[in-house]
Structure formats: C-alpha cells, structure tokens
C-alpha cells in the first residue's frame, strides 16, 4: 500500500490567512521529502524539499516541517494567495535513485 | 531549474489505436526517467522507472507489453499505450532527475482519451 499519505483532502482558506497541509508518512527509512503543487491538467510543480537530518526548511512564503518521531510532514504556506489553490502533494524517496512515492493529495482552495 | 518537456498534451484516439508519448529532458542529461499515471482526483501512481540504455523495470500490475517504454537517448524516453481502451484513459506524467540531486522534474502531462 501507500507509505505516504494525508490527512484532509480539502483545505479552504481566506486570502491573506496562512495555510497549513499536513502528510503522513510510514517509510521509517525515508530520508528525503519534496512538496509539490499540481494545477488542474499540468504536471507536478516543485515546491520546497527537506532531508531527514533536518527538521525545517524555509522557503519563499513556504516552510516545510518534518518530525520524524511521529513521521509527520507539514507545509506552511504564509499569507496564502488565490493562485495558491491547486492540489498539494508530498512525496517521499527512501533510496537514492529510484522513484517518489506520493501521497493522496489535498486541495487548497483559496478564497478572495 | 531544470526542464522536462512532454508532448503531446492531449490525445483523442479510438480504442485498438497506439499512442505515442515523449518525454525530453532539455537542458540536462536524464540517464532514468519515470512514468506515473494519474486518474482524476487521485494521487500520481508509479508505473515504471525508464533506464538509458537498458529495460525498464515496471511496477507491480503495470503491463509491460502494454506500456512500452523506449530510453534510447539521455534526453528522451517514449511510452508507448499499444492497443489502447478506454480504461487507459489517464493523464500520463513523465519525469526526470539531475543524476547529483534527488529532485525530480515532471513533465506537463499527457491527458490520453481513448473513445
């Protein structure tokens, strides 16, 4: 089955409010997480990525969080836009060179 | 960042047709590229990891004289739907990565209509 999964799969907001998407993981050897965002019809857009020897990474207007004691993975998306609505999805890797597994995804629907 | 291209975008065909779909890495070498496969509202699915050079290894349930994929080239990988129906209809995605860094690039999609 899946190793990575979410746990809503709908998060409404108002513009300007800060977002926060949160993704489970089950791979105890995965050392390597990436958010991604997807729009309706186009491919994965990369977002922010962090290793397991960190514990947060910040981006532009993005931040990602990991704890690996409960292997949860969170994205905070700050003052949250209307172009942010998309599905977000995160994505584990437990090997180097082989393939993401992604999770279910949930949907960010922002409001103006 | 680096730039996967893929096309088509958009396909319509009739059932027992085959479909081609490229996937380029252009401005970087891809020694492996990987195809998932997407149904609306779902999550991206893996369906094989495309090898330069050599087979590609598919993913359990993933039909492999189906899905034919080509790695002949380090910038291009093709899948091949032969003999599509219409429960190959699916948005297809390819991706890549830098051989030093674990990040993948994707694709824009292929949505495959099979009538």
């Known amino acids: 089955g899946e190793s990575v999964g979410l746990h809503l799969p709908t998060l409404s907001v108002q513009e300007g409010d800060n977002s926060i998407i949160n993704c489970a993981y089950s791979?105890?050897?995965?050392?390597?997480f990436i958010w991604y965002k997807q729009e309706s019809g186009k491919g994965p857009q990369f977002i922010i990525d962090?290793?397991?020897?960190?514990d947060k990474r910040q981006g532009q207007r993005v931040t990602v969080l990991l704890n690996k004691t409960v292997k949860h993975l969170s994205l905070q998306i700050a003052a949250t836009q209307p172009g942010d609505s998309a599905v977000y999805f995160c994505?584990?890797?437990?090997?180097?060179?082989?393939?993401?597994?992604f999770g279910k995804g949930t949907t960010l629907s922002v409001s103006s | 960042g680096a730039v996967v291209s893929q096309h088509p975008s958009r396909v319509i065909c009739k059932s027992g047709t085959s479909v081609k779909i490229e996937c380029r890495s252009l401005?970087?070498?891809?020694?492996?590229m990987f195809w998932y496969r997407q149904f609306p509202k779902q999550s991206l699915m893996l369906m094989a990891t495309?090898?330069?050079?050599?087979?590609?290894?598919?993913e359990q349930g993933v039909e492999k004289d189906k899905f034919l994929i080509n790695h002949a080239s380090l910038t291009l990988s093709t899948l091949t739907v032969t003999s599509a129906h219409p429960e190959d209809s699916s948005f297809y995605i390819c991706?890549?990565?830098?051989?030093?860094?674990?990040?993948?690039?994707f694709g824009s999609g292929t949505q495959l209509s099979v009538l």
């Open positions: 991706s890549a990565r830098v051989s030093s860094n674990e990040k993948l690039f």
């Open positions: 791979n105890s050897a995965s050392d390597y």
């Open positions: 962090i290793r397991s020897n960190m």
């Open positions: 994505a584990e890797n437990s090997q180097a060179g082989t393939a993401l597994i």
């Open positions: 401005d970087f070498q891809a020694t492996t």
């Open positions: 495309s090898n330069e050079g050599s087979k590609a290894t598919y």
